[in-house]
């Protein structure tokens, strides 16, 4: 297998994560992040802010890749779609 494409599978292995975890953790980024976008790596909320393309600016600029992240808009009243 080609290192490009392990490379890729271990990247969305990443993504899953965080993106499991920022689910799992919803109600408590709400009580902390309410209205604010964040940045989750590593399972655990490594930036936040209210804009995103400033959120994203920093980002790029303290770190080399954030391909894994999962960048998520947190809002502070809770909805429920229906479908």
């Known amino acids: 297998m080609p290192v490009l ?33 964040v940045a989750v790596n590593n399972e655990e909320v490594v930036m936040h802010n209210k804009d995103v393309r400033i959120l994203i600016k920093e980002l790029r600029n303290q770190y080399e890749d954030i391909g894994a992240f999962v960048i998520e808009f947190v809002t502070k009243e809770k909805y429920e779609l229906i479908l």
């Open 5 to 37: 494409l392990r490379q890729h599978k271990i990247e969305l292995r990443k993504f899953d994560k965080n993106m499991k975890w920022f689910q799992d953790n919803y109600e408590r980024l709400r009580e902390s992040h309410a209205d604010e976008y």
